[in-house]
């Protein structure tokens, strides 16, 4: 169990809901919050948690900060030195990276490199660098515990399990969105407004978006392979309407393990803080009877492409993870905006990934350039 934390996007969804957790868990301290631009939450936050360390996204919303707890003896920083700073702070024995897209990958680096337990939230990471972030874990001997419902639950069924030559495929399931049973020709037409009504969880706007398009399930098939070294044909996706089992993994015996339970993100975010032990939640108890009927379907393909397009891209390697989820960053903050439609997202995307040259094996500074190039052809593309 941790004793002190850095949360790095604590305004945010993830990031609120951990701090309730350890609400609940006096032997946890927090040690520093980063947020992107909602000074006035941060500003409670930091009241009531009273952390060494509070960054804000820019040098406005830190001087704003400031003024805010003058009274506070909490040093206020900004930027992204400001976010490695608290992902590699002194204080903490933990860091939950909890913010959204690119952004993450240098602070959770910074992290590992600190010694620190990484809770992760921040999937980019692993899709865009995965290969590099597990190799920098593994030399620095970091535990990395997933928070996303799904992969905590394929940890939770892999406890005990020494040998993963035992496991012949890791299941993940997926809500279907928004958008669950309608055709290519039904989603011609969606808004913003319908692909925000997530029916099971609450979320940020731009994960709900991925969950609508199901490119978040892309982007955690790409995440389980890094985070369980597993190949492509070993990771499957199925649709399960009512998100009670969170995942599962198939052993080679035939053997299925499941982690179930409500969906609530307090439950993997606590266990981040207390593996290996298990303590008393705030989450509600699965009501098995009370439930209903558990489905298992396929995924449409043909109306949710890019899932299909996730998978191509894992299947390709290189470059080009980051390049789509550049692209997919940079897509979905222009459909949040109005400025393009449901489908749109993945013909950008598409387009955007074979315009960006391929790099096998790239380096940090060439992912992070195929992320740049991808955006910047997202943009562009858009025009035409």
Sequence with gaps: MVHTVSILGSTGSIGRQSLDVIRRLPEVRVAALTAGTDTERMARQCREFRPDLAVMATEEGARALKAAISDLPTQVSWGEAGLIQAAAFPESDCVITAVVGMVGLKPTLAAIRAGKRIGLANKETLVCAGELVMAEAEKHHVQIVPVDSEHSAIYQCLMGC???????????????GPFFGRSREELQTVTKADALKHPNWKMGAKITIDCATLMNKGLEVIEAMRLYRMPLDKVDVVIHRQSIVHSMVEFTD??????????????PIQLALTYPE???????????????????????????????LARDCARRGGTACAAMNGANEEAVAMFLRDEIGFYDIYHLVSRAVETVPFVNGPSLEEILEADRLARAAVRRLSQN
Excluded: H, N, W, Y
């Design 162 to 176: 020494g040998d993963r030559r035992e496991v012949e495929r890791l299941i993940l399931t997926c809500s279907g």
């Design 254 to 267: 035939g053997a299925v393990m499941a982690q179930m339970g409500t969906p609530d993100m307090r439950l």
């Design 278 to 308: 298990r303590l008393p939640s705030p989450v509600e108890k699965l009501d098995l009877i009370g439930c209903g009927p558990l489905t298992f379907q396929e995924p449409d393909l043909g109306a949710f492409p890019c899932l299909r």
